[in-house]
């Protein structure tokens, strides 16, 4: 029997289960080399799917736990030093940068994970510092979780917003246009952040 006259076929990969993957890869790569957010592809699938995007959302925090635990166990381990001179040789992070998350959360504790969400610091950096600042993983990881998913939904529901204004243009414009956005915001970041 042929499998084109067999009865039962596996379904490929759905759509949303794509985009899961994906976005748990993402933000583990993110958490840890990777230097462009999760947020470019939360906010892509916003244009159109609103839950689906929060849902993507979810994969993309679960991804940034496991590496930022990770990174948590290396800083634990003596490999802060590796880490962040690696991390040197990002874009958009400096040393001074890499220093002034130390300083962050060595003063503010957790709360400086909070606000470092929200004002483009990169997590990876708050990872190491917190695994060599003997900050405990579970506190770590909690406010990691309720930040990055309060960033990830405000920035779907500001594209899901600017979707919904500029549904009357095709989709194909709306998607440059998300680009374009994406593009700009980068442009300026890697200037400012170094």
Known sequence: MTSASHPYTAPGPTPSLSAHVIAF????????????????????????????ALVAGLWAVAGALLGGT????????????FF?????????????????????????????????ALSGQPYKLYAVHAGAQDIPLTGFLLVSAVARFARFT??????????????????????RLHLYCWLIFYSCYFVLMR
């Open 25 to 52: 890869a993402w933000g583990l790569a993110e958490s840890t080399v990777f230097f462009i957010v999760p947020d470019v592809l939360l906010t892509r699938l916003a244009l159109s799917d609103f839950r689906r």
């Open 70 to 81: 990770a990174l948590w166990f290396a800083a634990r381990h003596d490999a802060t030093q």
């Open 84 to 116: 962040l001179n690696a991390f040197d040789w990002l874009p958009g992070i400096s040393r001074g940068l890499i220093v002034r998350t130390a300083q962050a959360l060595d003063t503010h504790g957790l709360t400086a994970l909070a606000t470092g």
């Open 154 to 175: 405000l920035t779907t529901t500001v594209a899901w917003l600017v979707g919904r204004v500029l549904r009357h243009l095709p989709e194909a414009s709306r998607l």
